[in-house]
């Protein structure tokens, strides 16, 4: 069930809404093969009535199923919004719709969480990508251990 905000509910006092949004009603449409998002968000929000907008705050949190792109390892990224803010006109040329009373707030909370995604995950900020040979993460590797055309020479082709 996506958030939805009844403006009947403001009249007499600010509403505040916990809970959790599955991730299919989101619609992330995720593109990139690194990321993965099958957590529910988990939501808690208040919005207050102010003449003819409303103000919408709190905090959005999502765990993202992540792969690094320097060693492939699966890991866990926690995207926290802990400051989330909007601000939603309810009259004007920049308007929020209205539906039926009701006022939908998925549609911002989608693009507020995709422009937070991780560009590039990484498993850990000195993640040093795959191991290449002997060298292991703990020792450092020579250059002739590191070089990936080192591994190539290896090979016998025929």
């Known amino acids: 069930m ?3 905000i009844n403006l009947r509910h403001l009249e007499d006092e600010d509403l505040d809404l916990q809970g ?22 988990r939501y808690d929000l208040q919005i207050q009535r102010l003449d003819e907008s409303l103000l919408a705050q709190g905090s959005l949190r999502l765990q993202l199923d992540c792969q690094c792109v320097r060693c492939l390892k699966s890991f866990k990224y926690n995207l926290d919004l802990d400051h989330w803010t909007r601000h939603l006109e309810l009259a004007g040329e920049e308007k929020t719709p209205v539906v039926n009373d009701c006022v939908d707030l998925t549609p911002m909370v989608r693009e507020d ?40 020479d290896k090979l016998k082709l025929k």
């Open 2 to 4: 996506p958030i939805v």
């Open 113 to 152: 969480i995709l422009l937070e995604f991780p560009q590039h995950p990484l498993c850990e900020a000195d993640c040093r990508g795959l191991s290449v040979g002997k060298a292991s993460k703990t020792s450092d590797p020579t250059p002739q251990e590191s070089s990936a055309w080192a591994e190539l």
């Open 20 to 41: 959790e949004l599955p991730v299919a009603e989101l619609d992330l449409d995720l593109r990139d093969e690194l990321i993965r998002a099958e957590q529910p968000l």
